[in-house]
């Protein structure tokens, strides 16, 4: 782990109002141990659970409560400077409310202030009742959170302080720290690789203000180019047009047509290690742009000439040397089928299988329910995952692959 801890260094542990808040003490020893340096925030109600001065021993370190300082001489922004600060956030426990008021970007206390200013991981161990946990509110905001990158530590079932047995209680502090140290490393393993990525859908123009689309929105294409940022790569991200925003920490090169998208793949290219396809690049265009607005007045009917785009992934797999290429099918019959024969068609290293009939999946969804083939023909299902999740699992698929590679297992 030496590696790791050169660029993770500084842990903001927040810490909310129930009882498993005994636990963190224990968590920031473990924390302290692994060589880290904690500062740990306590909601006003955590204050009830567990004391300042007892983090702040542990911490060896100033434990913040509020907003404001009692001294009105200190100017500083305490949110903004523990969000500058922190490299990773972690919440143990975290609360229903604070776990809600992260979910609906409330910021009316330190902890959730400093959140919204931070631009790393934040990590949450919930610790509830067994029905606050399974309350389909608080199962929505989990969902939701977790759509938005938040990573979550799964509750453990056992003896809760309230009483009852079930679902809810906190991860022990070992756990979590083994959490932690995972996410930490996976924060650098492709921290010397170069990832291209398209997302979106190309518009392909029939006169100034029309064009020929699709309903792709990107959002599947920045989920990876997020992921791949979190693994210390350096991401280019060619998007056609969307309504995402840039990824802070990804070069996000914005196009309209399948020929100014692949223009931008060609030139990116052979400097990457790895090109994920994930844009709907058009496969047709209109062979003759009309100047100006096609007037109705003037046209009762008008034939339109498609003519077929270069294929972008065909034409990187053709010119590949040493890139790991990726594609996505979006298939609506004989998925498996069709997709492994464009992984041989394109030469590609493995495609990922969308079925676009399900209406949580494909265009436009958060979710995505997909099949992962590799140049073995082996076919692995996934279940019904978000987008952020799906991204994981690939740079999960890739990380792994490239270790294999320098093992000499994968030639
Ligand atoms: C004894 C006691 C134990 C509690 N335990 C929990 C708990 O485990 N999980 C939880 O979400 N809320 C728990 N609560 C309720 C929270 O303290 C309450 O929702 C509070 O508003 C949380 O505020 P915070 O998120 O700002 O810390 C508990 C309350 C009491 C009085």
New binding site residues.
Partial sequence: MALEKKTIKNILLG??????AYKCAELVRLIKKEGFQVKVV?????T??ITPLTMAVLSENKVYTGLFSADEEDQEIRHISLAHWADMIVIA???????A?LAYGIAD?L??STILAFEGEVVLA????MV?IKNPV?KDNIRYLLQKGYYFIDTGKGS???GDYGD?R?AEPAEILKFLNKRIARSHSLSNKKILITASATREPLDQVRFISNYSTGKMGFALAEAARKRGAEVILITGPTFLTDIVGVTTIRVNSAAEMREQVVSHFEKSDVFISAAAVADFRPVRQFAGKIKKEENDTIMLELGKNVDILKEAGEKKERQLLIGFAAEAEKLNENALSKLKSKNLDYIVVNDITREDSGFGTDTNKVSIINRKEEVTDLPLMSKNELAEYIFDLITSHFEQHNKGIIV
């Fill in positions: 810490v909310t109002g129930g009882i498993a306590l909601t006003r109600n955590a009830r659970f426990p975290a609360s229903a409310n604070t776990v008021k206390d902890l959730s919930p610790a509830m009742n606050m608080v809760l302080a309230c809810g906190m």
